[in-house]
């Protein structure tokens, strides 16, 4: 999509110096990425790089503009600002909250085990006890019939000697 022609006068738009832009305006200035342009005197500088803020002596951050013309640097630090906390805000709500749906449902799941646990002894005691009984009701019968050895029944059983 470039041609050669277009790609030169790209090359020779980066190492042209700020300063050269100077007294021309903002949009000229901030094609280069490492110009700056500060409205007081209108002036397009060398972005200080070495410190990421430039200095008040240089320009003040009210009428320095970097990247885009129509907002002042001071109000892009500010929005960048915002922009990074409400990231940190809200990963750390997603964090916090995944962190207490995870421990409720892990205790969810233990009361749910437990009541399964306590409704299968209920079972096992309840089938435990109907044992008991049907073994009653069973000795009874042989009791009534003589089939209990250790029944005190005056009839028992006639044994072939």
């Known amino acids: ?12 738009f980066v190492f042209i110096a700020c300063s050269a832009f100077s007294q021309k305006s903002c949009e000229e200035c901030l094609k280069n990425v490492s110009c700056l342009w500060c409205y007081t005197n209108n002036t397009c500088i060398d972005y200080p790089v070495r410190s990421i803020i430039p200095s008040s002596s240089l320009c003040s951050l009210s009428n320095a503009r970097w990247g885009v013309c129509w907002i002042n640097f001071e109000a892009l ?81 006639f044994e072939n000697e």
Do not use: F, M, W
């Open 77 to 157: 630090i500010i929005a960048i600002a915002v922009v990074a906390g409400l990231i940190l805000v809200s990963i750390t709500v997603c964090c916090c909250y995944c962190c207490y749906c995870r421990k409720r449902s892990r205790s969810r799941l233990d009361e749910e085990e437990e009541q399964l646990a306590r409704k299968r002894e209920e079972r096992r005691l309840e089938s435990l006890q109907r044992k008991h009984e049907r073994k009653l009701k069973h000795d009874e019968i042989r009791k009534k019939y003589g089939l209990l050895q250790d029944s005190d029944n005056p009839y028992s059983r």
């Open 1 to 12: 999509p470039y041609g050669i022609k277009s790609l030169c006068v790209l090359v020779l």
